[in-house]
């Protein structure tokens, strides 16, 4: 088939062409969201002093970690799953969420004993995070990488990193609610260490399924 | 042309313009084409090969063009990646002894008819779609008349198009 052959073919088809990449994003966020709580609801629920850990900063903070992490790293996937994107001059955009971190755990050790501090950041909860976070996580990240598949990405790899940062972040948000370990200590060590394990899957799945 | 006006036409294009789509293909063309042909130099890779696939993989990867943005640099990204999924895939088939590929070439030359890597990709399909697709590219007919000469319903026509463009998109260059 000659190329002007091929071409013929292709504006034929000019009526029908997928969904737009704003709205394939929006339906994947939304679905995320919505697997996400109902494996929470289904298996963990939030805390049951709620009510009264609202009223404290640390139980709160979590929440502005985590949803800082979910929403830079959605609005970073969606850039990347373009294939013009630049993936070098956008990373510096993830580093919000871990700046906010840093500031928080500058701000623990100013106001807490020294002693304290291994049996805050060891606190009692960190198998349950790292099993959970993932186990709310997959699903998201699954619905995400649907949404890469749509997209283009020139570095699928990465682009599956950042699916797998914004599916730990949906995740953390939603653990965050169940977890009495409120200090950054904790937060920093164990809430890293479960969304990395996102992060690692969403690259590993998007170097074998993102092919286009 | 510069970018605003390819982008126009693309824009129409997307909104179901055939004719401002066929347009906007054949500027493409050309500038891939060019493109290709400064960076395939190895001789075994085709220019033409690239440039077909990345034809391809706009057409079914156009939603991911931001329409208020240019079109080159979405288009070159493209035609990179395709480039360099062709040479990796060069890189692990098998290696052709020199003079094997220059007895293979002068016998194309002698033939005159090249293997497009399109056609493997054409024949994967289901005989419905393959007839839709070759009538409307090789035969140039339009969808009504295909429909017409297929006795088929022109939605349908339409349909076995779409789907055979995507599968060969697909498929292009792999067994």
């Known amino acids: ?212 | 042309m510069d970018d605003r006006d390819l982008a126009e036409l693309f824009r129409a294009a997307l909104e179901g313009d055939e004719r401002a789509y066929g347009d906007f293909l054949q500027r493409a063309a050309e500038l891939v084409r060019a493109w290709a042909r400064r960076r395939a130099t190895s001789g075994r890779l085709d220019p033409e090969d690239v440039v077909q696939e990345t034809l391809l993989a706009i057409h079914v990867k156009r939603h991911t063009w931001r329409t208020d943005g240019p079109v080159m640099p979405w288009l070159y990204a493209i035609a990179r990646h395709k480039l360099v999924d062709a040479l990796r895939r060069l890189g692990r088939g098998p290696q052709i002894d020199i003079g094997e590929l220059q007895d293979q070439l002068a016998a194309e030359e002698a033939e005159t008819v090249r293997a497009w890597e399109i056609d493997r990709a054409l024949e994967t399909l289901t005989p419905g779609q393959r007839s839709v697709v070759t009538a409307i590219s090789l035969e140039g007919r339009t969808i009504a008349e295909a429909a017409r000469s297929l006795e088929m319903k022109e939605t349908a026509v339409r349909v076995a198009l779409h789907r055979g463009l995507a599968a060969i998109a697909k498929r292009f260059g792999r067994d």
Not at chain 1, 6 to 23: E, P
């Open chain 1, 1 to 212: 088939m000659e190329t002007q052959e091929l071409i013929k073919a292709l504006a034929a088809d000019a009526r029908r062409h997928g969904m737009s990449m704003a709205f394939a994003w929006s339906v994947a966020g939304f679905a995320a969201i919505a697997v996400a709580a109902i494996v929470f609801f289904l298996m963990l629920g939030a805390r049951t002093d709620i009510a009264v850990a609202a009223q404290t900063g640390r139980f709160l903070f979590k929440f502005i970690v985590t949803i800082a992490l979910a929403v830079s790293a959605f609005a970073l996937l969606h850039v990347l799953a373009r294939p013009e994107a630049e993936a070098r001059r956008m990373l510096p955009r993830l580093a919000v969420a871990p700046a906010l971190l840093l500031a928080a755990i500058v701000a623990e050790l100013a106001v807490t004993p020294p002693d304290t501090w291994t049996a805050r950041l060891v606190g009692t909860n960190s198998l349950v995070c790292l099993t959970f976070i993932p186990l709310i996580g997959i699903g998201p990240l699954a619905l995400l990488l649907a949404g890469l598949r749509h997209g283009a990405p020139s570095h699928p790899a990465l682009a599956g990193a950042v699916a797998g940062l914004t599916a730990g972040g949906i995740a953390a948000t939603f653990y965050a609610a169940h977890c009495t370990d409120d200090s950054p200590l904790f937060v920093a060590t164990w809430y890293t260490i479960a969304v990395a394990m996102l992060a690692l899957v969403g690259a590993l799945a998007a170097h074998r399924i993102v092919r286009w």
